[in-house]
């Protein structure tokens, strides 16, 4: 079972930028999938971005050119670099990973609010 941890959330304002990281147990490079989602209080969980093996990226249309997913294969860590910070990207950000035969895992979750 890979364990991932997630860190780097935090409280910012308006506009402001947060890097998370997602270190992994296991190598990320032979993982087919890692990525993000969020869920706000009273809401959905929701897809944020993903990054396959390949090195291919996706981003939800909410954060598209405002968010980054990235890998670094060396750290075993993915990152999701959040610029232009809106007060509607509050929740709390979970690391995901895809691996092996069907098999998956989550993280504890990190807390991001953002202030008007």
């Known amino acids: 079972q890979v364990q991932l941890v997630e860190s780097g959330g935090g409280l910012v304002q308006a506009g402001g930028s947060l890097r998370l990281s997602c270190a992994a147990s296991?190598?990320?490079?032979?993982?087919?999938?890692v990525g993000w989602y969020r869920q706000a209080p009273g809401k959905q969980r929701e897809w944020v971005a993903s990054?396959?093996?390949?090195?291919?990226?996706f981003h939800a249309d909410s954060v598209q050119g405002r968010f980054t997913i990235s890998r670094d294969n060396a750290k075993n860590t993915v990152y999701l670099q959040m610029n232009s910070l809106k007060p509607e990207d509050t929740a709390v950000y979970y690391c995901?990973?895809?691996?092996?035969?069907?098999?998956?895992?989550w993280g504890q979750g990190t807390q991001v609010t953002v202030s008007s």
């Open positions: 990054i396959t093996s390949g090195g291919s990226r």
């Open positions: 296991g190598s990320i490079f032979s993982m087919t999938a």
């Open positions: 995901t990973a895809l691996y092996g035969v069907n098999q998956s895992s």
